[in-house]
């Protein structure tokens, strides 16, 4: 049994106030992750709160307002707080450097900088759920967005700041993996996940300043009666949603990239077999974030959008489906014929292959214009959407974590319990929202606070799904907090892996390695080398 | 070791000559009085084609000298591109919507009133089942 390194990047130095002023990625890392699990939280909450609400038609525990609050304060923290910080600037902070064989980040201020910047935005999205609060989905379509009551100043102010976080993390990352690799490490022997982080950084930094803009233009047409959007006024409001999805399509990649990435790492690792097509998941990560500029109109079938730039939009976003493809397909290759241990961030790895197929094929659905008319803004689009998002994200976002918890810590967490858990949140998340689709086909329109009798049952399948995920969750919560205390300590590679964050010891120094780092052996080498394991 | 390499890549900043720059001073000039002139004659849809040519010639002479882009790696070159195509891109396709409105159906924004000719038409009420189809 191995014990714990008595000189760790947690234990060197000590107190509040060496971790508030660390400009070491480990412990920003950490303190992302902090962040963005309160957010999670909080997210998650209010996802219980909708989902008591609908359990019956009617008024169960809240008014319609407070519901309209609740659902997009649901989207809003979810997006902007957990899903696009979670795994780069949490996951990707900690394990990016580590993974080059790097002391650090190239800039470690702004990586600090950064940080304080998506609290600042959180507490402002805080602020604005006490001053009135946003009733207008997360996506402040106008003229609505223009015109309610709710503090869609503020909370449009947050998502314009928290973008600026999301930037500096970008170029941070981008530079990082240009400048920073170890002797040896050539583009093509970087693991698969600081490709998609790559991939990941390169969207950040092209679409998040458009974000800026469009928000900054709905606040000018708020604040100061500028006529952008509204028709009165010589405006056009399907321009914000043309300025909006030009952002926020692309972000739904900066949520998915660096999840595939993860994926790649954990089905190698826990299959002991090389990756199967290493170039070709490399490059789709790259495919995907090119295309994922051209498709945005695809939200907007049925906003009054020309048809033929329908038509275009269509026919453009059937092409994510082929580099999407292309990954699921090196994955399946990989797994075959290799010899797989099922720990836990293997059961998510596997959990993501199913939902993320059945997230990416109803995609098809909805981008197919004919249909699309009918599922539009039905409860078909919210389970397509918690599919990829959180199918996708969040169980590969659940994978890493679980992955290079030993590395964080230095310590294990309970096995059984983490395969509980995981069983708990699959078959909740199933649950949820396959009850979701059958809703959304037979017409149940999304953020309506109450329903006809006949989708009673289907809405109480729903509710019952997210108490099982909640459970899972809850069981999650004590473990990993009880194994940062009490468990047992992890060696430096308790999976197996020849990645070289596993090269130092579990937690790491605070310099990373104890010497300069050089490339021995290619990330994937498992026919080559057997891994130390300790 | 990556400051030191980036102080040498400052060493070899490029420095160009004072005629260069009045040069393209005076092409600016000479640009925007072409600009002025042309906006007087009527060419109908090709006045605003070509106030933007004459902008984007304007603003690569800018970018190149006066901000070094010609002298410096092409990397810079290839950032700048790329964050004018993306740029095109979103003004483009948001103009296949903006500009083709209506194009392909006819479509007949007639309000909804009781008094409206095709009411008159539907079969009364009560001759429709319960799916809402009449049994014609
Ligand atoms: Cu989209």
Not at chain 1, 12 to 36: A, N, P, Q
């Amino acid at each position: 049994m191995s014990s714990m390194p008595e000189k760790n990047y947690l234990t060197e130095k000590r107190g509040l106030k060496s971790w508030l002023l660390t400009l070491d990625h480990k412990r920003i890392g950490v303190m992302y992750l902090i962040g963005i699990s309160i957010s999670f939280a909080l997210g998650g909450i209010f996802a219980l709160l909708i989902r008591l609400e609908l359990l019956n038609p009617g008024r169960d525990i809240v008014g319609a307002q407070t519901y309209n609050q609740l659902f997009t304060l649901h989207g809003a923290v979810m997006i902007f707080l957990f899903i696009i910080p979670g795994i780069p600037a949490a996951l990707g902070n900690f394990v990016l450097p580590l993974m080059l064989g790097a002391k650090d980040v190239a800039f470690p201020r702004l990586n600090l900088a950064s940080w304080y910047i998506y609290v600042f935005g959180a507490l402002l999205a805080v602020v604005s759920i006490f001053t009135g609060s946003v009733d207008t989905g997360w996506t402040f379509y106008t003229p609505y967005s223009t015109q309610t009551s709710g503090a869609v100043v503020t909370m449009t102010l947050a998502a314009f700041i928290l973008g600026f976080s999301s930037i500096f993390t970008g170029l941070n990352f981008i530079v990082t993996i240009h400048k920073l690799r170890a002797p040896g490490m050539t583009w093509f022997k970087m693991p698969l996940f600081v490709w998609s982080l790559y991939a990941t950084a390169i969207i950040q930094v092209l679409a998040t300043p458009v974000l800026g803009i469009t928000l900054v233009l709905l606040i000018l047409e708020r604040v100061l009666g500028m006529g952008i959007f509204d028709p009165a006024m010589g405006g056009d409001p399907v321009l914000f949603q043309h300025f909006f999805w030009f952002y926020s399509h692309p972000a739904v990649y900066i949520m998915i990239l660096p999840a595939m990435g993860i994926i790649s790492e954990l089905i190698s690792t826990f299959s002991h077999k090389r990756i199967f097509g290493y170039r070709a998941i490399a490059f789709s990560s790259f495919g995907i974030a090119f295309i994922s500029f051209l498709v945005w109109g695809h939200h907007m079938f049925t906003s009054g959008q020309s048809e033929l730039a329908s038509m275009i939009f269509s026919f453009l976003t059937f092409f994510v489906a082929i580099p999407s493809g292309i990954k699921v397909f090196n994955w399946l290759a990989t797994l075959y014929k290799g010899s797989i241990s099922l720990d836990t961030p293997m059961l998510y790895a596997l959990s993501f292959l199913f939902l993320f197929a059945i997230g990416g094929l109803t995609g098809m659905f909805l981008a197919t214009t004919a249909t699309d008319i009918h599922l539009h803004d039905t409860y078909f689009v919210v389970a397509h959407f918690h599919y990829v998002m959180f199918g996708g994200t969040v169980i590969a976002f659940l994978g890493g974590l679980h992955f290079w918890w030993p590395k964080i810590w230095g310590r294990m967490y309970n096995e059984n319990w983490a395969k509980i858990s995981a069983l708990l949140v699959f078959v909740g998340f199933n649950v949820t929202f396959i009850s979701q689709f059958i809703m959304g086909i037979k017409g149940m329109p999304r953020r309506y606070y109450t329903y006809l009798d006949q989708y009673h049952r289907m809405h109480g399948f729903s509710t019952i799904g997210s108490w099982i995920m909640g459970l899972g969750f809850f069981i999650m919560v004590v473990y990993l907090v009880h194994s940062i205390y009490k468990g047992r300590p992890a060696g430096s590679n308790p999976w197996g892996s020849l990645t070289m964050e596993w090269e130092t010891t579990s937690p790491p120094p605070t310099e990373n390695f104890a010497g300069d780092m050089k490339l021995t052996h290619g990330p994937y080498d498992y026919d080559k080398i057997v891994p130390r394991t300790d | 070791m990556i400051e030191s390499t980036m102080i040498n890549r400052n060493s070899h900043h490029h420095i160009a000559p004072l005629w260069l720059y009045l040069a393209i001073g005076g092409a600016l000039l000479v640009l925007t009085a072409v600009t002025i002139t042309v906006s007087y004659i009527d060419l109908g849809g090709w006045n605003i084609v070509v106030a933007l040519v004459i902008a984007s010639i304007k603003g690569s002479l800018v970018a190149m000298f006066f901000m070094h882009l010609y002298y410096d790696k092409k990397i810079y070159t290839i950032v700048i591109v790329m964050g004018l195509l993306f740029l095109s891109i979103f003004i483009s396709l948001t103009m296949f919507d903006t500009g083709r409105r209506g194009d392909i159906y006819e479509i007949k924004s007639e309000p909804i009133k009781p008094e409206a000719d095709f009411y008159k038409e539907l079969p009364p009420a009560d001759s429709l089942d319960q799916t809402g189809h009449s049994e014609h």
